[in-house]
T-cell receptor, first 116, second 114 residues
Framework: AQKVTQAQTEISVVEKEDVTLDCVYE???????LFWYKQPPSGELVFLIR??????QNEISGRYSWNFQKSTSSFNFTITASQVVDSAVYFC?????????????FGTGTRLTVIP | DAGVIQSPRHEVTEMGQEVTLRCKPI?????LFWYRQTMMRGLELLIY????????DSGMPEDRFSAKMPNASFSTLKIQPSEPRDSAVYFC????????????FGPGTRLTVL
């Protein structure tokens, strides 16, 4: 079974629009971490955020914000006032205590295109 | 502090040739991971090391693939013989020892096997 589902394969928005990238995860573990990574056209994977299962507090970093809801097993990522530089593939990932040693289960990614 | 370093960044080779990918993890990190990214399969974990010891290599596709970590600052992923279906981007990542630690990725090696 897919542990991390990113149902949105591709999203296009016009610059300055807000956009939310969805991430739904599946785990039986009570202790786990969720991550978002960004992969710009240059190809590297850039770490954005990590959130543990005991901390449902939303986080904001500049134009980025993350909404973690255990009740719906979701960890959504919102970009406010999108910019062309936000164009990238965004990956959500999960690591579980039960598997140990920070095995990361990645979603299939959402390709975001910001149109100028 | 330098991030994860991978070399080469691009590799083009012919089917049947041996390919060696290299990785230098972030200094002080105890865990090292090799991933492969393809359009069809996305990001797949191939193998990971903890304190230079291979812990799980269940993701290694077949015997043609091997990985080593002779010391804390160097790892190799070798494909011998290479096949066209091995064409992919190979990422190395490193993290601290705990499972809660974040993995930081290198820039990747784009491998093309003709």
């Amino acid at each position: 079974a897919q542990k991390v589902t990113q149902a949105q394969t591709e999203i296009s928005v016009v610059e300055k629009e807000d956009v939310t990238l969805d991430c739904v995860y599946e785990t039986r573990d009570t202790t786990y971490y969720l991550f978002w990574y960004k992969q710009p056209p240059s190809g590297e994977l850039v770490f954005l955020i990590r959130r543990n299962s005991f901390d449902e507090q939303n986080e904001i970093s500049g134009r980025y914000s993350w909404n973690f809801q255990k009740s719906t097993s979701s960890f959504n990522f919102t970009i406010t006032a999108s910019q062309v530089v936000d164009s990238a593939v965004y990956f959500c990932a999960l690591s579980e205590a039960v598997t140990g040693a920070n095995n990361l289960f990645f979603g299939t990614g959402t390709r975001l295109t910001v149109i100028p | 502090d330098a991030g994860v370093i991978q070399s080469p960044r691009h590799e083009v080779t012919e089917m049947g040739q041996e390919v060696t990918l290299r990785c230098k993890p972030i200094s002080g990190h105890n865990s090292l991971f090799w991933y492969r990214q393809t359009m069809m399969r996305g990001l797949e974990l191939l193998i990971y090391f903890n304190n230079n010891v291979p812990i799980d290599d269940s993701g290694m596709p077949e015997d043609r693939f091997s990985a080593k970590m002779p010391n804390a600052s160097f790892s190799t992923l070798k494909i011998q013989p290479s096949e066209p279906r091995d064409s992919a981007v190979y990422f190395c990542a490193s993290s601290g020892q705990g499972w809660t630690d974040t993995q930081y990725f290198g820039p990747g090696t784009r491998l093309t096997v003709l």
